[in-house]
Nanobody, 122 residues
Framework: QVQLVESGGGLVQPGGSLRLSCAAS????????MGWYRQAPGKERESVAV???????TYGDAVKGRFTLSRDNAKNTVYLQMNSLEPEDTAIYYC????????????????WGQGTRVIVSS
């Protein structure tokens, strides 16, 4: 079993900052890509950012220049630093990891956290 636990969400004023964390645990041999999606009320799920094992990142257009993604491979943890937050960033943020549970596992499987809520409001 693999579990992803998110933390760091909450209420913040426009222009403020939050840092989200997501730690993977359980049966893990290797993790490939890690990243975050978000879903705002009444809107479709949106890719926020993704990071490769070597640390190369890709960001969604809506957050580019404001959010920074990083990872600690030794801790199986990914971080999302969110700056200059806007009301439009209000959403539930879901982290994911592409996990190979064992050395003999044939493929990576995407595993999801339960989500952490971010509210940007004055």
């Amino acid at each position: 079993q693999v579990q992803l636990v998110e933390s760091g969400g909450g209420l913040v004023q426009p222009g403020g900052s939050l840092r989200l964390s997501c730690a993977a645990s359980g049966s893990i041999f290797s993790i490939n890509f890690m990243g975050w999606y978000r879903q705002a009320p009444g809107k479709e799920r949106e890719s926020v950012a993704v990071i490769t094992p070597s640390g190369r990142t890709t960001y969604g257009d809506a957050v580019k220049g404001r959010f920074t993604l990083s990872r600690d491979n030794a801790k199986n943890t990914v971080y999302l630093q969110m700056n200059s937050l806007e009301p439009e960033d209000t959403a539930i943020y879901y982290c994911y990891s592409d996990v190979k549970e064992y050395y003999w596992s044939p493929t990576y499987l995407k595993r999801w956290g339960q989500g952490t809520r971010v509210i940007v409001s004055s």
